[in-house]
């Protein structure tokens, strides 16, 4: 199993671009997750989703899109890119125990995005 | 809503020794508390865990205490070795373990 993948690695955008930043895991988790790490700060949680077509906000979630289509993707969309979002971005999955309670969560890499 | 804190940014033990990190959290209703690790570069990795319903767990080399009547929960590492260097995150969850709420990290040194 490869767990929870992300890409890109890297990315530089200028302020106004929009992209996606992709995440994918094998496990079969229903639950997944996209957090922003800030230098000296824990990680904030951006939008979750548990399960397909199920998506909700987390803490930080203005300037963020995200869709839940299929149970492995979940990708993170960048409207138009601001500065104050440059930041490390992870993804992260868990699964249910009987009952719905979830679980530690599996992390991806991350991806270090830089807004100019 | 929920804020979870930690007591000290950075720690810095004698290999060999035991490391204590404390974090304390904010709202009652929070059921489930999550330990993770994360080296330079890596995402977070799992530690260990413990629900409201219990007040101590053990992994290996690793001890979670909680505290429900002060909101306190700490990460005991025995034996503490160079591999233990990374930043520690307390995390607190509501039953569900959704909307999951991460300190700010306690870098750990340990010293040769």
């Known amino acids: 199993n490869a767990g929870v993948t992300q890409t890109p690695k890297f990315q530089v955008l200028k302020t106004g671009q929009s992209m996606t930043l992709q995440c994918a895991q094998d496990?079969?988790?229903?639950?997944m997750s996209w957090y922003r790490q800030d230098p000296g700060m824990g990680l904030r949680l951006i939008h979750y989703s548990v399960g397909a077509g199920i998506t909700d906000q987390g803490e930080v979630p203005n300037g963020y899109n995200v869709s839940r289509s299929t149970t492995e993707d979940f990708p993170l969309r960048l409207l138009s890119a601001a500065p104050s979002q440059t930041s490390v971005y992870f993804c992260?999955?868990?699964?249910?125990?009987?009952?719905?309670?979830?679980?530690?969560?599996?992390f991806g890499p991350g991806t270090r995005l830089t807004v100019l | 809503g929920e804020s979870v804190g930690l007591h000290l940014p950075t720690l810095s033990v004698q290999e060999g020794d035991n490391s204590i990190i404390n974090c304390a959290y904010s709202?009652?209703?929070?059921?489930?508390f999550i330990w993770y690790k994360q080296e330079s570069g890596k995402g977070p990795q799992f530690i260990i865990d413990?629900?409201?319903?219990?007040d101590k767990r053990q992994g290996q080399r690793v001890t979670v205490l909680l505290n429900k009547t002060v909101k306190h929960l700490s990460l005991q590492i025995a034996a503490t070795q160079p591999g233990d260097s990374a930043v520690y995150f307390c995390a607190a969850a509501p039953t569900g373990g959704f909307k999951t709420i991460f300190g700010a990290g306690t870098r750990l040194f340990v010293k040769a």
């Open positions: 709202n009652s209703a929070s059921d489930y």
């Open positions: 496990m079969n988790h229903e639950y």
């Open positions: 992260a999955s868990s699964y249910a125990l009987p009952g719905g309670t979830y679980n530690e969560q599996f």
């Open positions: 413990i629900r409201s319903n219990m």
